[in-house]
């Protein structure tokens, strides 16, 4: 095996500074090729595995750090609905990753497809809103600045300002992640790349109705509603979570497989799958797929990725599942705020109109919400 084997699809300079340093030596930069999908559930059992290698495996690392940051650039893809807890868990992503000795030296970047929005238009809400971004016959719109997110993505990674990209949005139709894939392999087959850029999927989904009405909560306080009524930031959000969920179509087994066929050869490490439901309190599958290439960093990353997702019930998710039962029982709003009775009688009031506009009804016209439940506990 020589170093021009490998499925690097374009050569540019950044590259020719240690191509020659590699070349002569690069059997023993790598250990013998890998071919392998790993099905791991949350309890760390591996689920049919399709060969020996385990994923805490790692291939012959590179002379130095510098060297391999040069092959090493990621894009996580998340996937799930809003009120799904998907910035909360990449949040938590970057600071495990940051804690954690093998993964603290990369670097994230996180993409909001709804930052991106913000920042070219305000949504004005009133009593009688007229049609907006998230109508799905506004859809064209939503994919602008969807794409504009990624793009940028895109060029982060190649101006190596950070070594993972982490693309958060909803991701939510096949055809917006076929559209994230084909980017993916257009950009590691253009010539004028630097870097080829692995995907990793991140899927976090959310069934528990507590869960999603403690998160709708604090949307009502984001940037789209602030300064207004939070009786009206719910019921807009309501709204808006039933436009997505009209549109959403679930994220299979099937898709991943097809999304494998066509990208691994351009994937240089591999492509991945990791599912976090629920705050972790679920049961789910991870999936690796490792490339006959993959680096010890990215086995690394991987390893620390699956703990995270793994163990993400012990690590963040207890400590959210408490904040939330004690969101909505009344006795300990009343005795977190012994000395503030305006702040207590502020609490009880919006929980009254959470619990309203959100209720058991709420959830029963939901399109597809039953997929949800599917998803979150096929694994169990």
């Known amino acids: 095996m020589n170093f021009e084997t490998l499925s690097i699809v374009s050569e540019p300079k950044l590259f020719t500074c240690i191509k020659y340093r590699l070349n002569s030596s690069a059997e023993s930069l790598f250990s013998s090729p890998i071919d392998t999908t790993s099905h791991f559930s ?17 291939l012959t690392k590179f002379t130095d750090l510098d060297s391999m940051r040069l092959f090493s650039k990621y894009m996580i893809i998340l996937i799930g609905l809003p009120a799904a807890g998907k910035s909360t868990v990449s949040r938590h992503l970057i600071k495990y990753l940051q804690d954690t000795k093998t993964t603290a030296h990369i670097r ?31 859809s064209d719109k939503k994919e602008e600045y969807a ?13 190596d300002i950070c070594d993972i990209g982490i693309f958060d949005a909803t991701n939510s139709t096949k055809l917006r992640r076929k559209y994230l894939f084909d980017e993916i392999k257009s950009f590691n087959h253009n010539s004028s790349s630097n870097f080829s850029v692995s995907p990793i999927i991140l899927h976090v989904t959310c069934s528990d109705k507590k869960f999603i009405r403690y998160n709708i909560h604090h949307k009502s306080f ?63 599958t991870n ?91 096929k694994d169990q």
């Open 108 to 138: 994230c970047k996180t993409f909001n497809a709804g930052d991106f929005r913000r920042k070219e238009k305000k949504i004005e809400l009133t009593n009688e809103q007229l049609e907006d971004i998230f109508d799905p016959k506004n």
């Open 147 to 159: 794409r504009i997110a990624f793009n940028e993505a895109l060029q982060d990674l190649d101006n």
């Open 287 to 377: 999936i690796v797929e490792y490339s006959n290439m993959a680096s010890r960093e990215t086995r690394n990353l991987i390893k620390a990725l699956h703990h995270f997702t793994t163990n993400y019930i012990v690590i963040f998710g207890s400590q959210y599942i408490s904040k939330v039962k004690g969101f909505f029982k009344v006795s300990q709003v009343v005795s977190s705020n012994k000395l503030n009775v305006k702040k207590s009688f502020q609490q009880l009031s919006r929980l009254k109109v959470l619990n309203s506009i959100i209720n058991d009804s709420y959830f029963k016209k939901l399109k597809n919400f039953h997929l949800i439940n599917n998803i979150t506990h």
């Open 42 to 58: 949350s309890n760390g059992k591996p689920i049919s595995p399709l060969c020996q290698d385990e994923l805490g495996s790692t």
């Open 222 to 284: 984001n940037a789209d509603y602030f300064g207004k009524q939070y009786d009206l930031s719910v019921k807009d959000f309501a709204k808006r979570l039933k436009q997505y969920y009209t549109q959403f179509v679930p994220y299979t087994m099937d898709e991943f497989n097809h999304i494998l066929s066509y990208s691994s050869p351009d994937s240089h490490h591999g492509t991945f799958y990791f599912h976090v439901a629920n705050a972790g309190s679920t049961s789910t």
